[in-house]
Every structure is written in C-alpha cells, then in structure tokens.
C-alpha cells in the first residue's frame, strides 16, 4: 500500500489519504484474497482492494466477492467506487479489467482509473530505491522480531531502535527499506515517522521471505572449550532439537560477526579430526537478540540452512515451520 499511496500521491498531484479498514465484519475468505482500505482522492473514498496472490486472481470470482465486499463496507465506497491494486497483472486480466471499465493499479507500472479520467502505462518512471534485492540484516532483524512478537507495530525509528539496540538513524534507514520492499507503511505523526506492519504475522513471512538471506556471514571449526559463553544452538543442531533429524557427530553454534576478531587466532583447518570440536558460526547480526533458551531463534534457523539440499534437511525446516504457533 505505501507503493501504492506514493505511485497514485504523484499522479494526482496530491497526497493520498489511506485509512485501514482492518477485518471487522469482513468474511474469512475475502481476508484471505484481499487487504482493504479506504482512501480518500479529489475529496472522494475509494475502496482500495489489493489483491494478495495475483496468480489465483479471477475476474469471475471477484465479481462474485466484490458484492460482499461492498455490503460489509457501505459507507466506505458510496462515493467514487474502488480500485483494484496488484504487485503483477497478467496480461488476460488487465484486459478483461479494461474492457469492463474496472479501476485498477499496478504501481509504478500501470493506473486505469476512468473515474478520475487516468489511463496510464509506465510513462511516470519509479524513484530509483537505493536497495537491493535482498534486506539488509537490520531490516532482516527487524521482520524477524515482529514474527516473533519481540516488536509491535506501530513503532518508530526510534523505539525500533531501542528495542533492538541500534541507532536511530539505523531505524530510519529500515523504514525506508521495509517501505521500499511493500513490507511496511510508514507515516508522518507530528516528529516522528511510524512504521506500521499492515500483514497478518503468516502473510509477512511468506511476503518477506523471498528477500531474505541466510544469516551466516562465515563458519569454521572450534575446539569446544574455547567457546563463547554467548554461543547459540545453531545449524543442524538447532534443527535435530525440534524435529526427528538425528543429532550431528559436530555440534554447531553462532555468534555475532563481530565476534570473529576475538575468536580468528582458535579456528581449526576445515581437516581437523579431533573429536572434542564444534561448528561456529558467525552471524551477520547478533543472534542473541531473538535467541531463546541458549538456541537461535526458529526463522533465523531456517533460513542459516536455505542452502541445504539434502532431503532430510528439507523435511525438517518443514516440520520445523510446521510446528509454528502464528
């Protein structure tokens, strides 16, 4: 919605009131296609209805949801009507939209909005977003926390920042990010921006989760002795503890990337055959911040083992998320 806001903000030459509609008195069903808002153009409200998996979206079925949409939110729509937002359009739909007068949006990218007289390719080029495909391990840190219910939102760069020890500046920056990515809304209140999660807990993941990465910046071999305190269950070890994977001969542990410089000068050649040895790795950020009970935390794990293609490994990340409460 905030690439959506800015997109439309830009066109119309005047900022775009959006106003979360939330889930009261809204089917399960229509929850589960769509995220509805109220938005506020011209001096008219619209019903902005963002289509949450375009690869399932079907006219037909819409025409049939659209009533019980609008009958759930009456007063929200009696102005100017609705538009359809999308991340992607398939060309048949966009078509059949089209030809059928039917307001839609792919920010950035395409505007057929024929009650404010817009029709609209991609003559209006996206800002260039300074990121890149992947999040950054703050704004990785930052999505994590909010699966774990260590953060809630609405928050700012500022409470963000205390909640997870770094600056505010660091905050702002992962504001941005999250906003860039369709990850977060952010808004003005007074001084402060608010960073505000619009997702369910299940739906961010699977949204967030294309653009994260492993958290292992490097790994090597330690004589168990010589372990930090502050090391955590890691890796496959991590795993074994959660599903029917056997225990590894080598335990695994991580630390924090920062740790490697304390740590360099008792790291073993990869053909060490001692066997009172353990895997260390080290994390882009500090696994001690959404670690429990002496173990990395479980969306952390599962992505430090993506690069995994053994079967077993792959049965159990699965079994792993399974057992997920959201």
């Not at 590894?248 to 924090?256: E, F, G, I, K, M």
Request: net charge neutral.
């Amino acid at each position: 919605m905030a690439s959506f806001q800015a997109y439309i903000s830009r066109n119309i030459g005047e900022e775009l009131l959006v106003q979360d509609l939330g889930q009261k008195r809204i089917p399960s069903y229509i929850n589960s296609n769509y995220f509805l808002n109220s938005i506020t153009a011209r001096s008219k409200r619209y019903l902005a209805i963002t289509v949450k998996d375009e690869t399932t979206f079907r006219p037909k079925a819409f025409n049939k949801h659209l009533s019980i949409i609008m009958n759930a939110t009456p007063d929200m729509v009696r102005d100017g009507g609705y538009i359809l937002v999308f991340e992607r359009m398939r060309a048949y739909v966009r078509q059949q939209l089209t030809e059928n007068g039917i307001a839609h949006c792919v920010p950035w990218q395409r505007l057929f909005w024929p009650q404010l007289g817009y029709e609209i390719g991609n003559q209006v080029a996206q800002p260039v977003v300074r990121f890149h495909k992947r999040l950054s391990p703050t704004a990785q840190l930052t999505i994590i926390a909010y699966l774990l219910n260590r953060i809630k939102t609405p928050l700012s760069p500022t409470a963000l920042g205390l909640n997870l020890k770094f600056s505010r500046m660091t905050g702002s920056r992962i504001a941005n990010e999250l906003a860039a990515f369709n990850l977060a809304e952010v808004t003005d209140s007074g001084r402060e921006r608010l960073i505000h999660v619009p997702f369910a807990r299940q739906d961010l993941w699977r949204l967030a989760r294309p653009h994260m990465r492993s958290p292992v910046q490097e790994s090597g071999l330690i004589e168990a002795r010589h372990l930090p305190k502050k090391a955590l269950i890691a890796g496959e070890s991590a795993l074994a503890r959660h599903t029917m994977l056997g225990e590894p001969p080598t335990p695994t542990y991580a630390v924090d990337k920062d740790s490697k410089q304390h740590l360099e000068h008792l790291l073993l050649p990869p053909d060490y055959e001692e066997t009172d040895v353990s895997n260390i790795q080290f994390w882009k950020y500090d696994p001690m911040l959404l670690g429990t009970e002496n173990e990395v935390d479980i969306f952390s794990l599962y992505l430090s083992l993506s690069d995994e293609i053994d079967e077993r490994m792959s049965i159990a990340k699965d079994e792993l998320m399974e057992q997920h409460v959201w």
